[in-house]
């Protein structure tokens, strides 16, 4: 079992930074791939980066590359999303998910463990 806490959400306005953590426990959560997905009111949820296990490799989707950089840190099992250069469309809740193996993914059914979700609002 895996449990995953987001937080770093909030209010910005167009052109501001976020942050957002993910702090990760249970037996396999540092050798788990981690991925960042957003919804947004009316929409389905969507793909917007992913960690492998290692931190060697991403991945973004075309919406946030150049702006989004994903990282981690397992030594305290915690990955982030930093979020740059923020636009009204990035406003969604985002949610931090762990994958099924360490190998970047991008399928939400790739996906096994899941956040509450953390709101982010951009104004404009």
């Known amino acids: 079992q895996v449990q995953l806490v987001e937080s770093g959400g909030g209010l910005v306005q167009a052109g501001g930074s976020l942050r957002l953590s993910c702090a990760a426990s249970g037996r396999t959560a540092s050798t788990s791939a981690m991925g960042w997905f957003r919804q947004a009111p009316g929409k389905e949820r969507e793909f917007v980066a992913a960690?492998?296990?290692?931190?060697?490799?991403?991945s973004y989707a075309d919406s946030v590359k150049g702006r989004f950089t994903i990282s981690r840190d397992n030594a305290k099992s915690t990955n982030y999303l930093q979020m740059n250069s923020l636009k009204p469309e990035d406003t969604a809740v985002y949610y931090c998910?762990?994958?099924?193996?360490?190998?970047?993914?991008?399928?939400?059914?790739?996906?096994?463990?899941w956040g509450q979700g953390t709101q982010v609002t951009v104004s404009s």
């Open positions: 998910a762990a994958a099924r193996g360490p190998v970047v993914r991008m399928a939400i059914a790739e996906y096994t463990y």
């Open positions: 960690v492998s296990w290692s931190g060697g490799s991403t």
